[in-house]
């Protein structure tokens, strides 16, 4: 029931959702929602909206309504005109708003919080960008309804129209109170020196038709929360991986595809590969996961087409340009390219084989990296210091603060998954004879990777082995993980080390890890990485910092080295913090804000806010679960 005790404002709440209507203004000042109906208090006093605009008819944009009349579960205002609007509470997760007469070009106008990151929306088609000429708008964009709102950390709020004539125009927006450093397209200095208030924006949704109507109605509805089925869907701990599985997907608005994170593209990018393997594992039933998978599959067509080179490599930095070989951004991309689209055969096998020729190509180019023969691939980045000069570009992985190069574990780790990927995918299609040479590659690459990477000094895995033959070594975590997920450690071996790992992390004091896995274990040396202290102090960001992605590949292999109990405490801590704290912070004015990166205090030490962050909670399904997945060879 709508409660009518005060002069100024009705509320109405329940544990799914939490709307305050101003007596005065005719507005919805207040809009909070809870998907999993939980955390109570986190949706009531969190407002999605912008509290001096709301939400509003058309009709009192620009005058107040005269009346206000609240029934039970109804409240209504009417104009000075006779026009009329009523919001009506129709079940636990609805509300609909009624309007008589409104106006055509702004039936309603909602403008979402700048704190909202801003939220992904979601709709069955791709929306039609459209010009703007407000100098503050980043982008403009008219979309169908139905659409879905996904606001990361609360959940998916569904609107629908009853009339087909309706459609939505975003107009998403910087804030003139937030700019910062730029983390964007803009920025093409690795200092990212250059101020853009791009980090904070406001979705600012009106909702239009194509002709004038006599009444409409606009329903909303809060969406259950997104994620793969589980096991025991009673089981509360949980309950953050059920919030925060859907936050991996959050969408660029330029390109519509889904990168790091909503500014940087996933086109052509070295984080492709993660949304691959983590729409393998959907709920069938759920629309949203249909057109997230449809996003990624024109995300990863656009990537072959228009990212790829003459000579097979893939990368960003290729996108529309001529395909000359020439500047290349991250060796992961070119593997996590064809990774992605052997994922995508799992859901659309057609679509996979009709560009199985651009995967071909990429795979030639990284059979090309084995320079020297001995079936590693080498990466065209010496990495005897950071900032090395080399004759295409800097070295760099996902593990960017670094100075990986020429003999790159993290690098080959995704070389040797994507070729054996693709020879699966080849067979398959019953291509055996061209699989081949693809196949010989690989037994050559098993043969000398242990006796490559292998430190006997340390026990563990080198990060690289520079072309100076210096092994840099860090108790790199994924150093070891990846090598077991992908059978490439034997197990016994993969037990012993991450036990050496996990007693090294004790003695560091990083405590339950409850902030994530960090990717080294100790410091890394000033010549092996960027020199910027907020950035590149020990236990700080990459090095030490603890990070949500890592955590996949290192709880995964802990499973598979059949240390489940141990692993299970560190799931289910990480997994509680997810549930209990914002981790979605969305894009930081200025670095070491985001909360996408933790020291192992807590402290915020995140260079932007990055998807990736939610990957390790497929390690639930391919690791605890023992799922068989494309990411785990046992």
Same mark, same amino acid.
């Given at each position: 029931?709508?409660?009518?005790?005060?002069?100024?404002?009705?509320?109405?709440?329940?544990?799914?959702?939490?709307?305050?209507?101003?007596?005065?203004?005719?507005?919805?000042?207040?809009?909070?929602?809870?998907?999993?109906?939980?955390?109570?208090?986190?949706?009531?006093?969190?407002?999605?909206?912008?509290?001096?605009?709301?939400?509003?008819?058309?009709?009192?944009?620009?005058?107040?309504?005269?009346?206000?009349?609240?029934?039970?579960?109804?409240?209504?205002?009417?104009?000075?005109?006779?026009?009329?609007?009523?919001?009506? @509470?129709? !079940?636990? +997760?609805?509300?609909?708003?009624? #309007?008589?007469?409104? %106006? /055509? *070009?702004?039936?309603?106008?909602?403008? $979402?919080?700048?704190?909202?990151?801003?939220?992904?929306?979601?709709?069955?088609?791709?929306?039609?960008?459209?010009?703007?000429?407000?100098?503050?708008?980043?982008?403009?964009?008219?979309?169908?309804?139905?659409?879905?709102?996904?606001?990361?950390?609360?959940?998916?709020?569904?609107?629908?129209?009853?009339?087909?004539?309706?459609?939505?125009?975003?107009?998403?927006?910087?804030?003139?109170?937030?700019?910062?450093?730029?983390?964007?397209?803009?920025?093409?200095?690795?200092?990212?020196?250059? @101020?853009? !208030?791009? +980090?904070?924006?406001?979705?600012? #949704?009106?909702?239009? %038709? /194509? *002709?004038?109507?006599?009444?409409?109605? $606009?329903?909303?509805?809060?969406?259950?929360?997104?994620?793969?089925?589980?096991?025991?869907?009673?089981?509360?701990?949980?309950?953050?991986?059920?919030?925060?599985?859907?936050?991996?997907?959050?969408?660029?608005?330029?390109?519509?595809?889904?990168?790091?994170?909503?500014?940087?593209?996933?086109?052509?990018?070295?984080?492709?590969?993660?949304?691959?393997?983590?729409?393998?594992?959907?709920?069938?039933?759920?629309?949203?996961?249909?057109?997230?998978?449809?996003?990624?599959?024109?995300?990863?067509?656009?990537?072959?087409?228009?990212?790829?080179?003459?000579?097979?490599?893939? %990368?960003? *930095?290729?996108?529309?340009?001529?395909?000359?070989?020439?500047?290349?951004?991250?060796?992961?991309?070119?593997?996590?390219?064809?990774?992605?689209?052997?994922?995508?055969?799992?859901?659309?096998?057609?679509?996979?084989?009709?560009?199985?020729?651009?995967?071909?190509?990429?795979?030639?180019?990284?059979?090309?990296?084995?320079?020297?023969?001995?079936?590693?691939?080498?990466?065209?980045?010496?990495?005897?210091?950071?900032?090395?000069?080399?004759?295409?570009?800097?070295?760099?992985?996902?593990?960017?603060?670094?100075?990986?190069?020429?003999?790159?574990?993290?690098?080959?780790?995704?070389?040797?998954?994507?070729?054996?990927?693709?020879?699966?995918?080849?067979?398959?299609?019953?291509?055996?004879?061209?699989?081949?040479?693809?196949?010989?590659?690989?037994?050559?690459?098993?043969?000398?990777?242990?006796?490559?990477?292998?430190?006997?000094?340390?026990?563990?895995?080198?990060?690289?082995?520079?072309?100076?033959?210096?092994?840099?070594?860090?108790?790199?975590?994924?150093?070891?993980?990846?090598?077991?997920?992908?059978?490439?450690?034997?197990?016994?071996?993969?037990?012993?080390?991450?036990?050496?790992?996990?007693?090294?992390?004790?003695?560091?004091?990083?405590?339950?890890?409850?902030?994530?896995?960090?990717?080294?274990?100790?410091?890394?040396?000033?010549?092996?990485?960027?020199?910027?202290?907020?950035?590149?102090?020990?236990?700080?960001?990459?090095?030490?910092?603890?990070?949500?992605?890592?955590?996949?590949?290192?709880?995964?292999?802990?499973?598979?080295?059949?240390?489940?109990?141990?692993?299970?405490?560190?799931?289910?801590?990480?997994?509680?913090?997810?549930?209990?704290?914002?981790?979605?912070?969305?894009?930081?004015?200025?670095?070491?804000?985001?909360?996408?990166?933790?020291?192992?205090?807590?402290?915020?030490?995140?260079?932007?806010?990055?998807?990736?962050?939610?990957?390790?909670?497929?390690?639930?399904?391919?690791?605890?679960?023992?799922?068989?997945?494309?990411?785990?060879?046992?």
């Amino acid at each position: 029931m709508i409660e009518n005790k005060h002069a100024k404002y009705a509320p109405f709440e329940n544990n799914f959702l939490s709307v305050t209507f101003d007596k005065q203004r005719g507005s919805i000042a207040f809009l909070g929602i809870e998907s999993g109906g939980r955390d109570r208090d986190k949706h009531a006093s969190y407002n999605l909206l912008i509290p001096s605009y709301g939400a509003q008819a058309g009709i009192f944009k620009k005058s107040l309504p005269v009346s206000c009349e609240i029934n039970d579960d109804t409240i209504a205002f009417t104009s000075k005109e006779g026009n009329r609007v009523s919001y009506e @509470i129709t !079940g636990t +997760h609805t509300f609909k708003a009624v #309007l008589q007469d409104p %106006s /055509k *070009n702004d039936i309603f106008t909602t403008r $979402l919080s700048v704190k909202t990151a801003p939220p992904t929306i979601w709709t069955k088609n791709q929306p039609k960008r459209l010009k703007s000429q407000n100098p503050l708008t980043i982008h403009k964009s008219k979309f169908e309804l139905p659409l879905t709102i996904h606001f990361p950390d609360f959940g998916r709020l569904k609107i629908t129209a009853s009339s087909d004539e309706v459609y939505c125009v975003e107009e998403l927006q910087m804030s003139r109170d937030f700019t910062g450093i730029e983390l964007g397209g803009k920025n093409f200095s690795h200092n990212h020196n250059r @101020i853009h !208030g791009l +980090h904070y924006g406001s979705s600012f #949704l009106t909702f239009k %038709s /194509k *002709n004038p109507l006599k009444v409409v109605e $606009l329903s909303f509805e809060v969406l259950d929360e997104c994620y793969p089925p589980l096991p025991d869907e009673r089981d509360e701990r949980f309950n953050g991986l059920k919030r925060n599985w859907i936050n991996s997907f959050a969408m660029n608005r330029e390109l519509f595809d889904m990168g790091d994170n909503i500014y940087f593209h996933g086109t052509g990018h070295l984080a492709i590969h993660m949304k691959s393997d983590m729409l393998q594992i959907v709920d069938e039933n759920d629309e949203q996961f249909k057109m997230v998978r449809r996003v990624f599959e024109r995300q990863v067509e656009r990537t072959f087409k228009r990212c790829q080179a003459h000579d097979g490599e893939v %990368s960003v *930095n290729f996108f529309d340009k001529e395909k000359e070989r020439g500047f290349g951004c991250a060796v992961d991309s070119t593997p996590g390219a064809i990774i992605s689209l052997t994922g995508i055969s799992s859901w659309n096998l057609p679509f996979a084989k009709r560009l199985l020729p651009y995967a071909i190509k990429a795979a030639d180019y990284l059979m090309s990296r084995d320079v020297d023969g001995d079936g590693i691939f080498e990466s065209p980045y010496p990495g005897d210091y950071m900032f090395q000069p080399a004759e295409f570009g800097l070295q760099t992985n996902w593990w960017d603060n670094f100075a990986f190069g020429h003999k790159d574990i993290y690098f080959n780790y995704l070389c040797h998954r994507a070729i054996r990927e693709l020879c699966e995918l080849m067979e398959r299609l019953n291509m055996e004879n061209e699989a081949r040479k693809y196949r010989a590659q690989l037994e050559k690459f098993d043969k000398s990777f242990f006796d490559t990477f292998y430190n006997k000094e340390t026990g563990l895995m080198a990060g690289w082995i520079s072309k100076n033959g210096n092994v840099h070594d860090y108790a790199f975590t994924f150093a070891v993980s990846m090598g077991i997920n992908e059978g490439l450690i034997p197990a016994d071996k993969g037990r012993e080390m991450i036990k050496k790992l996990l007693a090294i992390m004790k003695k560091a004091g990083y405590g339950d890890l409850r902030f994530g896995i960090p990717g080294n274990a100790r410091p890394v040396a000033q010549e092996d990485t960027i020199y910027w202290p907020c950035m590149s102090d020990w236990g700080r960001y990459e090095n030490g910092g603890l990070n949500g992605m890592n955590g996949f590949h290192f709880l995964t292999a802990m499973y598979n080295v059949g240390l489940d109990k141990e692993a299970d405490k560190i799931l289910f801590a990480i997994i509680n913090t997810y549930e209990k704290e914002m981790t979605h912070s969305g894009l930081m004015p200025g670095y070491c804000q985001s909360v996408d990166w933790r020291t192992k205090e807590g402290v915020r030490c995140g260079y932007n806010y990055l998807a990736d962050n939610y990957y390790f909670l497929l390690s639930t399904y391919a690791g605890k679960y023992k799922m068989k997945h494309p990411a785990i060879v046992r």
